[in-house]
């Protein structure tokens, strides 16, 4: 069980574009979730938290204008890459936190991630 | 604020060698401590995980304690192998709903035939 989602697992695009990725929770219901951030050889940067029915909240520094987060059900969030460009090339991993009587030790599941290429 | 620090990599080592990983936490109340491994090209996967002091994690022949009094949770495994070549970071969580995960820089360990 805890299976969390990402598609497209790796997308190529064209400078100035929109990119969509996906992050489901498969088989467990999750009010929050977590976009993350990272660079090649370095560890996860937090962009924002994602919360059922309520807007993201974002991490400093973090564009929200240029990082949209949707996340309509407990199931699924997006993060779209507005107007892409060469410098948001990199690896974007979501994580679902479960919710329910289990979750005391708030443990998050996370996606196989999506990388991202900008041309 | 929440912090984590564990040894740079990389690390190299023989197979059936004896591993450390190194990581210390700065943390106020009592987090909840956790080692995540990432394979080549793939996302995070939680290895083990400790929620209170003294508590000992354990999976796959890995290890890690929660030391309260040395603020630490050190990775070790007794005889690695090959296919333990990976990215592990060290992360706390507080306890609170909806916490944040504070990872540690990471550390790569490539494991020799």
């Known amino acids: 069980g805890a299976v969390v989602s990402q598609h497209p697992s790796r997308v190529i695009c064209k400078s100035g574009t929109s990119v969509k990725i996906e992050c489901r929770s498969l088989?467990?219901?999750?009010?929050?979730m977590f976009w993350y951030r990272q660079f090649p050889k370095q560890s996860l940067m937090l962009m924002a938290t994602?919360?059922?029915?309520?807007?993201?909240?974002?991490e400093q520094g973090v564009e929200k204008d240029k990082f949209l987060i949707n996340h309509a059900s407990l199931t699924l969030s997006t993060l779209t890459v507005t107007s892409a460009h060469p410098e948001d090339s990199s690896f974007y991993i979501c994580?679902?936190?479960?919710?329910?009587?289990?979750?005391?030790?708030?443990?998050?599941?996370f996606g196989p991630g999506t990388r991202l290429t900008v041309l | 604020g929440n912090s984590v620090t564990q040894m740079e990599g990389p690390v190299t080592l023989s197979e059936e060698a004896f591993l450390t990983i190194n990581c210390t936490y700065t943390?106020?109340?009592?987090?909840?401590l956790f080692w995540y491994v990432q394979y080549p090209g793939e996302g995070l996967q939680l290895l083990l995980k400790a929620t209170k002091a003294d508590d000992k994690g354990s999976n796959k022949g890995f290890e890690a304690t929660y030391r309260k009094e040395t603020t630490s949770f050190h990775l070790e495994k007794g005889s690695v192998q090959v296919s333990d070549s990976a990215v592990y970071f060290c992360?706390?969580?507080?306890?609170?709903?909806?916490?944040?995960?504070?990872f540690g820089s990471g550390t790569r360990l490539s494991i020799r035939p």
């Open positions: 994602s919360n059922e029915g309520s807007k993201a909240t974002y």
């Open positions: 992360a706390l969580s507080g306890y609170s709903s909806a916490s944040k995960i504070i």
């Open positions: 994580s679902a936190q479960h919710s329910g009587p289990t979750s005391n030790y708030n443990e998050q599941f």
């Open positions: 088989d467990f219901q999750a009010t929050t």
């Open positions: 943390a106020t109340g009592y987090p909840s």
